[in-house]
């Protein structure tokens, strides 16, 4: 976690959650993946596997736009993120964060084995 601080932004609209071919019905459940799927991908590091609990360190905003043209959800984080090696990790089907195992003990570890080699 030697990286700067950093803010990324991500907006879905209702039918971006809504009608997409992961989610075709609609699904709540699924609309969550469509969102801590992206923002995993970015290298925030979002906790929870049937939606957003929380962010692991960081802060996380989200915001609702009741626009004109539909509604608009934004989620932003600012903070450190993930390098790359922990972004493939945490983005493997199958895998999430949690909050029984947090990840930053684990990134420390592997930081200090990586150290003794």
Do not use: C
Not at 25 to 47: D, T
Not at 69 to 87: M, N, Q, S, V
């Amino acid at each position: 976690m030697t990286m700067q601080e950093k803010t990324v932004r991500v907006t879905f609209t209702r039918d971006d959650l809504t009608r997409n071919a992961k989610n075709p019905e609609g699904n709540e459940v699924l609309a969550s993946r469509v969102i801590y799927g992206r923002l995993r991908s970015m290298g925030v590091p979002v906790i929870g596997n049937l939606g957003v609990i929380a962010v692991e360190w960081g802060k996380l905003t989200i915001t609702h736009d009741d626009g004109l043209d539909g509604d608009e959800w934004t989620w932003e984080y600012t903070g450190k993120l993930l390098d790359p090696h922990w972004i493939g990790v945490v983005t493997k089907p199958g895998r999430a964060m949690r909050l029984d195992q947090p990840l930053a003990p684990q990134i420390a570890r592997k930081a200090a084995e990586d150290d003794e080699l």
